[in-house]
């Protein structure tokens, strides 16, 4: 599920009552200087500190046409596609409750709440096994 409130947005895996994995896709605003704890300790998604994202200005809402989301071949995992240019995954060991979230392609230093993909990854993608097995887009994933 990928989640925007005006002031950021970030993807979610979920298992049948909760997240259980997740990761930062964009900040909406400036970038504050340091985590939010106090937003982070409500419940709130996080605004990824400045030292940390691509867009320190931040950038624009993702429109969700231009988003689609790619079930990995295992099933336990999701890549977001935007423009058909990787903007995240968030792999199978992914785990919130352990410090290891997923990756996205605005991260520019690692942080709880997102890591930068390799360089290069913003080029199309398409997964090894998606031609074999065919690929499980999903349809029901936006949410504001």
Not at 13 to 40: F, G, M, V, Y
Not at 68 to 76: I, K, M, P, Q, V
Not at 78 to 88: F, K, M, R, S
Request: aromatic share 6%; glycine share 10%; proline share 8%.
């Amino acid at each position: 599920m990928v989640e925007c409130d005006g002031l950021t947005t970030a993807a979610y895996l979920h298992d049948k009552t909760s997240p259980i994995a997740a990761t930062w896709i964009a900040n909406h605003e400036q970038a504050p200087a340091s985590t939010d704890l106090a937003r982070l300790n409500a419940g709130h998604a996080p605004v990824m500190p400045v030292g940390h994202t691509k867009h320190p200005e931040g950038r624009p809402v993702p429109e969700p046409h231009r988003l689609r989301a790619l079930w990995l071949e295992e099933g336990d995992g999701a890549a977001l596609l935007e423009n058909g240019e990787l903007l995240a995954v968030i792999p199978g060991w992914s785990d919130m409750s352990k410090g290891m979230p997923g990756y996205c392609r605005d991260v520019i230093a690692a942080s709880p709440n997102g890591r930068r993909t390799a360089t290069g990854t913003t080029r199309s993608f398409r997964p090894s096994g998606c031609a074999a097995s065919g690929c499980r887009w999903s349809s029901s994933w936006w949410r504001t």
